[in-house]
């Protein structure tokens, strides 16, 4: 008698079984991860402004001088559905840089904003985030309002 070769429907339905847990669980995983990063990717766009901000305020620049032409920056990009440029106020700490995300739906909508303090550092805040935002989409030197 022959022996038979191949796998029993059990076996396969095992198979099926355990595909289906691992993807229940990376699935969310991933799609945190993808959220995290386009955060990531939107501050990091509008992070290279701040050298030709700054240095527009050194120069005592005036207001009509804070474009995005001037800080070399887009006034879209695929992460940063629109991107601000804001002119520093005197004597008062102000949003300098905006950028609001597009993307996966749980960032669609937030808006990171670049603050520069009279004293010349900058901050970072995360507003207006929408439903589903996790404090795990912060890029670690950004705070939420």
């Known amino acids: 008698m022959k022996a038979q070769k191949g796998f029993t429907l059990i076996e396969l339905m095992i198979v099926v079984a355990i595909i289906g847990i691992l993807a229940a669980i990376a699935i969310p995983a991933y799609q945190d991860y993808v959220a995290k990063s386009q955060v990531t990717s939107g501050l990091a766009e509008i992070t290279g402004a701040k050298t030709a901000y700054e240095t527009a305020v050194n120069e005592g620049q005036a ?24 002119a520093p106020t005197a004597g008062a700490s102000a949003t300098a840089l905006t950028c609001t995300l597009t993307g996966n739906p749980v960032v669609n909508g937030a808006v990171i904003q670049l603050g520069r303090t009279t004293a010349g550092a900058w901050t970072c805040n995360i507003a207006s985030r929408p439903t589903g935002w996790k404090a795990s989409f912060l890029p670690s030197a950004c705070t939420a309002s």
């Open 63 to 86: 207001t009509g001088y804070y474009t995005n032409a001037n800080m070399g920056l887009a006034g879209s990009t695929n992460r940063c559905g629109t991107i601000a440029v804001n």
